[in-house]
């Protein structure tokens, strides 16, 4: 079974300033990869997903991007950090199929702009 | 896309069986039905799928009618540790999910 490492586990970061949130897949080849994003009491929001390396879409526009260097790592950036990029980062990975389970989550990154 | 819908909140006791309900009318012939739970601060977690009919396993049982237009997560004898967020997710284009707003389930001593 697939397991997601994600970190850090919380961030606190000034506006302005830069993002960097990684996040690596271990127990799976070529998975398909997910940031999501949470704000306070909502849902999940899809913001970008891959299908492999250097392959991403993006869902919502905004001020953030992600990357894929490497098959199993996942990293969502910022070059500046708005007061509305708050909130609970959660990266997931699947195998592409809905069958077998689905998604897998990382324990998901706390950041909060201030 | 298939879009879910189910109930913003619901409250139970300890002890009572607790029935979710998601509605998903446009799901697709190879769709699958996935339920997650979900604590603050914590990734969801797989409860159970299904394509048909009924499935249980150790922690939750998913009814699915014949239409598949709905489905039902039922929990048996909830306890206070079940207080969570669930989700209905329903099995679109095989590389992107998206997640309902979820259920609120709220077990009160």
């Known amino acids: 079974s697939q397991t997601i490492h994600q970190w850090p586990a919380t961030l606190v970061q000034p506006v302005g300033s830069p993002l960097s949130l990684e996040c690596t897949v271990e127990?799976?080849?070529?998975?398909?990869l997910y940031w999501y994003r949470q704000a306070a009491g909502r849902g999940l929001q899809l913001l970008f997903y891959s299908v492999g390396i250097g392959q991403i879409s993006s869902e919502v526009p905004q001020n953030l991007s992600a990357s894929r260097p490497q098959d199993r790592q996942f990293i969502l950036s910022s070059k500046k950090l708005l007061l509305s990029d708050s909130g609970f980062y959660l990266c997931?990975?699947?195998?592409?199929?809905?069958?077998?389970?689905?998604?897998?989550f990382g324990s998901g990154t706390r950041l909060t702009v201030v | 896309l298939a879009k879910t819908t189910q109930p913003i909140s619901m409250d139970s006791y300890e002890g009572q069986e607790v029935n979710i309900t998601c509605s998903h009318n446009n799901i697709a012939t190879n769709d699958y039905i996935t339920w997650y739970q979900q604590f603050p601060s914590q990734g969801p977690r797989f409860i159970i799928q299904g394509y048909k009919t009924k499935v249980t396993n150790e922690v939750a049982s998913l009814f699915i009618p014949a239409d598949r237009k709905s489905s039902t997560l039922s929990l048996p004898r909830v306890s206070l540790s079940d207080t969570a967020v669930y989700y209905c997710?329903?099995?679109?284009?095989?590389?992107?999910?998206?997640f309902g707003s979820g259920t609120k389930l709220n077990v009160k001593p």
């Open positions: 997710l329903v099995g679109g284009n095989f590389n992107k999910f998206y």
């Open positions: 127990g799976t080849s070529n998975p398909n």
């Open positions: 997931a990975c699947s195998t592409g199929h809905l069958t077998n389970y689905g998604y897998t």
